[in-house]
């Protein structure tokens, strides 16, 4: 069985060569990816309005020569596949800054023009989601001296460079705080969605646990005050058969009574088992509710043959599926996780493992794994950790297969 989040569609691990575009498909919830989708489209849209104003104007008035207008074009033209190449992967301050450079040399060869420093906006942006608010501000505050020195060497009058660049540093500085600010919601509300998810799970298992409660509390009043009772019954009538004369005309009436009063016995037998058998927490259920909403895709496969009555079992093992798909997405950077759980002589058997490059050298035994391990502890369970060059980290979970409800 194969569980995936039910907002995203089937994804792979990355390609060696993703596409020019691969940021606007969808994959795992990732708050910066979602807000980039957003940058790219407007800042596609604003390089174009920008270079055409540039291209229309700027020669003309400026009465720049074809070479410069051509030297011109080639940056802008750098720039923007620049950027579409920073998109189709992750964003580096190396990148970044090669697109302030070439947004600075082609301001400087348009003889400072005011309209193609707004494409340092766009960087802003970009550098927003990547770095601290702090850092971010530095940067601005760089990329606007740069942009004041150039307007000071092609400008007449020295005010008006600066009141440029001081309106563009905050424009610059909008940029970077609106990223910051829609980054920290967009978080904000992804824990707040898996949050309610687990608080759903929990109560699902509260609800299991309080019917299997329930159904053991019918099976033991069957079997103790019903079945007693019939028991009684049939030995007062075994008693009766052996001391009635074999021919008395009653005879064959206690018989009858004999062995309906040994049906019923049976049918209530069969009726304690049956609500023993069925009391049980659903708990492949309630791990496919919190792998929808998992920032990772999920691969479950769960053995027909493994019931957990246990709903203390039950809760340890959902808290540290939880805990293995969170690691997963925040520190290994996976997309997909394989857990595998099966019953082996007596014990509960459950693997995981995902395609994050994560290396063995990389695992650090925090507050979460050290939860889980003293988790399984309580109620019997294990947690190895396998350490591999080639397959990275794999967990190993076990319990006793058989728990006290």
Not at 49 to 65: K, Q
Not at 240 to 247: F, G, K, Q, S, V
Request: proline share 6%; aromatic share 4%; net charge positive.
């Amino acid at each position: 069985m194969t569980v995936s989040p039910a907002a995203s569609p089937a994804y792979a691990r990355p390609r060696r060569f993703p596409s020019l575009f691969a940021h606007l498909r969808p994959g795992p919830p990732d708050p910066a990816r979602d807000i980039q989708r957003i940058v790219v489209i407007t800042s596609v849209l604003v390089w174009c309005a920008l270079s055409l104003h540039s291209y229309l104007v700027e020669p003309t008035r400026d009465r720049l020569s074809p070479t410069e207008v051509s030297q011109w074009a080639l940056s802008s033209v750098s720039f923007l596949i620049l950027f579409l190449l920073t998109q189709a992967r992750r964003p580096t301050l190396l990148l970044l800054a090669l697109q302030s450079v070439l947004v600075l040399t082609g301001n400087a060869l348009l003889r400072g023009s005011s309209v193609q420093a707004g494409l340092l906006i766009l960087i802003a942006a970009q550098v927003g989601l990547l770095i601290p608010w702090r850092w971010a501000l530095l940067w601005v505050a760089a990329q606007s001296g740069a942009l004041l020195l150039i307007m000071l060497v092609h400008w007449k009058h020295d005010l008006d460079g600066l009141a440029f660049s001081t309106g563009y540093l905050c424009f610059q500085m909008f940029a970077v705080t609106t990223t910051r600010t829609a980054l920290r919601e967009i978080r904000s509300r992804h824990a707040l969605a898996q949050v309610v998810d687990e608080l759903r799970a929990t109560r699902a298992l509260l609800a299991d646990a309080s019917r299997q409660a329930e159904r053991l509390q019918i099976s033991r009043d069957l079997h103790d005050l019903l079945g007693h009772h019939l028991t009684a019954l049939g030995m007062h009538l075994q008693v009766a058969a052996h001391l009635l004369p074999p021919h008395a005309p009653a005879r064959p009436h206690l018989l009858t009574a004999q062995q309906v009063t040994g049906d019923l016995l049976s049918d209530v037998r069969s009726a304690v088992r049956g609500l023993r058998h069925t009391a049980c927490c659903d708990l492949p259920a309630e791990l496919a509710a919190l792998s929808a909403a998992a920032p990772v895709r999920v691969h479950l496969d769960w053995a027909p043959d493994v019931h957990v009555h246990c709903p203390v079992q039950a809760q340890v093992l959902l808290r540290s599926v939880q805990e293995i798909l969170t690691n997963a997405a925040r520190h290994a950077r996976a997309t997909q996780v394989w857990l595998t759980v099966h019953r082996d002589a007596g014990t509960l058997h459950l693997r995981a493992h995902d395609d994050g490059p994560r290396r063995p050298a990389d695992l650090r035994f925090g507050c979460g794994l050290t939860g889980m391990r003293e988790r399984l502890e309580s109620v019997g369970g294990t947690l190895d950790v396998q350490l591999s060059p080639a397959c990275g980290v794999t967990l190993h979970l076990t319990l006793p297969a058989r728990g006290t409800a």
